[in-house]
């Protein structure tokens, strides 16, 4: 496990998790309707998805590490994407979009849940952009699995619920583009730093 990249892992992670995405805003939608009961369901299916996402890409990245350099040259198209995102971040429109959330059983919204998480391609990257120095051994064992998808999952639940619980508190502080736009260039300025973390540290 790499313990000194650990700390930026979890600070990108959260920037990345809890800036208003696809997840968050459908957790958003669900409790401004519902409450924030019915989102359990949802943000349990998410959850379910990311673990499945990051044992998914550790295992792919392990396999390649027995090729060094093409494991530097993937950490190295992964610090770029971060900085792509980050760019995307600055430059995201100044409005919340909200699904529509319409009620359903638990189960349906538990596989919303799964459904939205599995297929947003940028959850795969970033996963992808972070993890290769965590399975630069070869092997990923157990504790490394735990370290490293326990934070993405009690983020993605936590901040489901945050979203679903505060959301009428949110949306009206987030009403104002000036704010909006603050959290989001606030968010890319961390993903950047980030980003040129991964980019210029040495594998262990």
């Known amino acids: 496990m790499d313990t000194l990249s650990y700390p930026a ?16 805003l459908q957790a958003l939608s669900l409790g401004l309707r519902h409450g924030a009961r019915p989102v359990a369901a949802a943000a349990l299916g998410n959850v379910c998805a990311t673990l499945a996402q990051v044992a998914a890409v550790l295992a792919g990245l392990a396999f390649l590490a027995r090729e060094p350099l093409l494991l530097r040259l993937i950490s190295l198209a992964g610090a770029a994407y971060l900085g792509w995102l980050g760019l995307c971040l600055w430059r995201a ?15 349906g919204l538990f596989a919303q849940g799964l ?3 599995a297929c947003n391609p940028k959850a ?6 972070m993890l290769p ?9 157990a504790a490394t699995l735990a370290l490293t998808a326990g934070p993405v999952c009690l983020l993605g639940f936590g901040g489901m619920m945050a979203y679903a619980r505060f959301g009428a508190w949110l949306a009206s502080r ?12 606030i968010m890319a300025v961390v993903i950047w730093a980030c980003a040129g973390f991964f980019a210029a540290a040495r594998f262990p």
């Open 174 to 185: 987030l009403a104002s583009p000036a704010a909006l736009r603050r959290v989001f260039r």
């Open 93 to 107: 429109p100044a409005r919340l979009a909200l699904p529509e959330a319409s009620r359903a059983s638990l189960t």
């Open 115 to 117: 459904g939205v998480a």
């Open 9 to 24: 892992y979890l600070l990108a992670l959260t920037a990345g998790m809890l800036t208003p995405g696809p997840a968050m």
């Open 124 to 129: 795969w990257g970033f996963l992808a952009a």
């Open 133 to 141: 120095r965590f399975a630069a051994s070869g092997a990923v064992d």
